[in-house]
Structures are given as C-alpha cells and as structure tokens.
C-alpha cells in the first residue's frame, strides 16, 4: 500500500520560499515532524529546477529519505531553457520520456525511487501499451514503486488501466471552494468507483480563495463565518471543507510557511458538519442546491 499523507506538501511554488539549501534541509525535518510525509513534484517545477534543488537539501541529511513519500510526474513539456530542445509546448507520455523523465528525477531528487509517478496531462497521442511497458520496467528496476495519473477524466483511468499491470492508485485532480466541479462532474465518484486516491491540487484556489476579488466576497464572507464558528482559520475550514468529502481527498497544498503548514495539519481534526458543509459549497457555486 501506498501511505500518503492527507496533506501533501506540493513544491510547484517552491522557488518563492526563499530557502536556500541548509534551511530547506532543516525545513523538510520540521514539516516530517508535523506528519506530513508526502512531498509532491514534478520534472517541469520551477523551470525544471525544483527537484534538483530539493535533491540538493536532502543529500544533506539522506536519512530523512526514508521518512517521506516521494511522488513526481511526467508528460508536460514546456519551453524553457531548463528544458532544451523544446520549441513548443506539448505533452509527451510515449515510453522513451517516460523512462528518461524518470532517470533525471531521480538523478535531481538524490533518490533511488520514487514513491509515486503520476502522468501529469492526458497526452491525446498517448498509446497505452507504451505506458504498460515502460511501468513495467520501472516497476522491475525498483525505481517506481506505486504509480497514478493527473487531470485524467474517468473514461481515460478505464482505457489506461485496461492494459496496466500496476493498479493506478492516485488521480490528482483540481479540487477546491474555488473550483468545486469535481464534486458534481463524476471525478470524485470515478475514484470512488475506480479505488484511487483524489488529490486536490490547489486546494486553496492557488490562494485565490483569499485574493480581494469582488465576485468571491460571498465565499470570503461564508468562509469567515464557517471559521469563527469552529475557531479556526478561514484556510483550515477550505482544507476541511476537502478533507470531508467520503472520496478520500488528500490536499496537496503550496505554501512553504511553516504556520500554515501546522495550520493545514490542525484542519484534519475539524469536522464540519453537512450544514456548513453546503452553506460552503453555496457559496462557491453562488447558489443553494434545488
Ligand atoms: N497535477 C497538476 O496538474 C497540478 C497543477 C497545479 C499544482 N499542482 C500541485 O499542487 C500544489 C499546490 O498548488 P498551489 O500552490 O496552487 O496550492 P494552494 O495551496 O491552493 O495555493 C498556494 C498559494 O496560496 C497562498 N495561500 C495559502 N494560504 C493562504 C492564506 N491563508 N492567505 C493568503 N494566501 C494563502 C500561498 O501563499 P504563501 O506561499 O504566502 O503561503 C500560495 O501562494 C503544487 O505545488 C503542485 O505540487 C499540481
């Protein structure tokens, strides 16, 4: 089985955190402390830098490998120096990049494994069987241990797993007060009725949930409310918010400060009940359910 915790911590914005590489070594201890162990990456973060620069604070104390789940992907190429060759913008799940994604991973991260791969976009020109073979092999080699994809629609989790050896275990979807559509649109029961993990990425709307934006200022207000009524922080209550749904949901989070961090953790232990719950999700769709 494949232990995720139920806040992740996601490293997309990791080069905004202002943490050079002995405070990042210092700042993953803490956060393992907190008992958030799953650490979620991907190749093209921070213009393909992000995972080396991690892998760069982890060489510093390798112990604390064994404490975390490492989780990457694969499949987004975008243009950017860190990644040459590439003149346009595309997505690219054949097996020659999936097995040569995973090798620079793993080379960046200082691991010999990752815990999880997910394939990052549904790539349209995607054949199957290639994904069947390279898992198979990266599965073999001990370099990929449970395996999952991302933004994938229920129809394509079927086709894919079809052919699959593996079980895809995770889909990491965007979930949020923010963009609450998962709830209603057949992903969140896909998972149910597939057995994989939802992880919500952006659960806090990319901090969008707390941007002075005239047209969320009923979901601001409501989830002001919905906090002073469990005395917790309007941020708790939108993790809670995710954290109650029966699907599962882990909510990979964004930020690097460590109050928040602690904050996410005390959100596991908030039960909203079904009134708040939907006061929440109306005011999010901006309006009561028939
Ligand atoms: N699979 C995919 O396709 C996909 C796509 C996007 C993201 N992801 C994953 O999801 C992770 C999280 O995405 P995200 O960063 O958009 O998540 P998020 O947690 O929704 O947003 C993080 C942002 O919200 C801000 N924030 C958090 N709490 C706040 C508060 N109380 N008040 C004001 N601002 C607040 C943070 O600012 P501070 O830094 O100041 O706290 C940060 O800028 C990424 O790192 C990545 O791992 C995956």
Not at 152 to 166: N, P
Not at 179 to 205: K, N, V
């Amino acid at each position: 089985m494949l232990p995720l915790s139920p806040i992740t911590v996601g490293f997309m914005r990791m080069g905004q955190w202002g943490l050079n590489r002995a405070a990042l070594r210092d700042w993953i201890g803490t956060v393992l402390d907190l008992g958030i162990t799953s650490f979620d990456h991907a190749d093209v973060y921070g213009d393909y830098g992000v995972e080396d620069a991690f892998g760069e604070a982890l060489a510093l104390q390798p112990a604390q490998r064994d404490r975390m789940q490492l989780i990457s992907k694969v499949g987004v190429q975008r243009v950017s120096p860190g990644n040459p060759g590439v003149w346009h913008m595309h997505y690219d799940l054949s097996g020659a990049h999936i097995l040569a994604t995973v090798e620079a991973s793993l080379r960046k991260l200082r691991t010999d494994r990752l815990d999880l791969l997910l394939l990052h976009r549904p790539d349209p020109l995607m054949r199957a069987e290639e994904v069947a073979d390279a898992f198979d092999r990266l599965q073999a080699a001990g370099k990929v241990l449970h395996f999952g994809v991302s933004n994938f629609a229920a129809s394509r989790v079927r086709a894919l797993q079809r052919v699959l050896a593996q079980p895809l275990l995770v889909n990491q979807v965007e979930i949020s007060l923010e963009r609450p559509d998962a709830i209603w649109d057949g992903t969140l029961d896909s998972c149910q009725e597939l057995g994989l993990t939802p992880m919500a990425w952006s659960p806090l709307g990319g901090g969008g949930l707390f941007r002075d934006d005239p047209a969320r200022a009923g979901l601001r207000q409501a989830l002001r409310e919905v906090a002073d009524a469990y005395g917790a922080a309007p941020d708790q209550i939108a993790l809670a918010w995710l954290l109650a749904h029966p699907a599962g949901i882990r909510c990979v989070v964004g930020t690097g400060r460590l109050d928040r961090l602690r904050g996410a953790v005390h959100a596991q232990s908030i039960q909203l009940d079904r009134q708040n719950w939907y006061k929440l999700l109306a005011a999010a769709e901006g309006r009561q359910v028939p």
